[in-house]
């Protein structure tokens, strides 16, 4: 079940929402593809990571992913933008339809992963002498 209707009541008290880990879940159970998953816990909200590329963001129990063209032609007219957070770019928010569709979230977020670079693996800094 994704969480829309505690999304909407905690919205609409101005309330802030660390998003579920059952939302979490949800969206995993979702995600049938090739890719392994990894959804990592920041400040309360969680990134979701295939094969260590970000291709989204869930904030407030709502899915964010990169608003770049290959997402939204996956998405059709599914989707609104919208800030993940304050002071955030714009990010594609799929809508509970399209993801409750078998297969859709493996869709955008393959078609993500496709384009999206490597990261660049983190260079560990050599101890400062004593």
């Known amino acids: 079940m994704y969480l829309g209707c505690r999304r909407f009541c905690s919205r609409q008290a101005g309330l802030p929402l660390a998003t579920s ?10 995600y049938d593809g090739d890719h392994v998953w990894l959804a990592k816990k920041m400040f309360g909200e969680y990134a979701i990571y295939l ?8 904030c407030d129990d709502r899915l964010f992913v990169k608003a770049l063209e290959e997402a939204k032609t ?5 989707y609104q933008e919208a800030p993940p957070y304050p002071g955030a770019k714009l990010h ?7 993801l409750e569709r078998r297969g859709n979230l493996k869709k ?7 384009v999206l670079p490597t990261p ?8 400062k002498p004593a």
Do not use: M, N, Y
């Open 74 to 78: 996956v998405l059709g007219d599914q």
């Open 21 to 30: 880990p059952q939302t979490i879940e949800h969206l995993e159970s979702l």
């Open 120 to 127: 660049k693996p983190k260079v560990k800094k050599a101890p």
């Open 92 to 98: 594609a928010e799929p809508t509970d339809r399209f």
């Open 108 to 114: 955008v977020l393959d078609a993500l992963w496709e």
């Open 51 to 58: 094969d260590g590329k970000i291709v989204g963001l869930v």
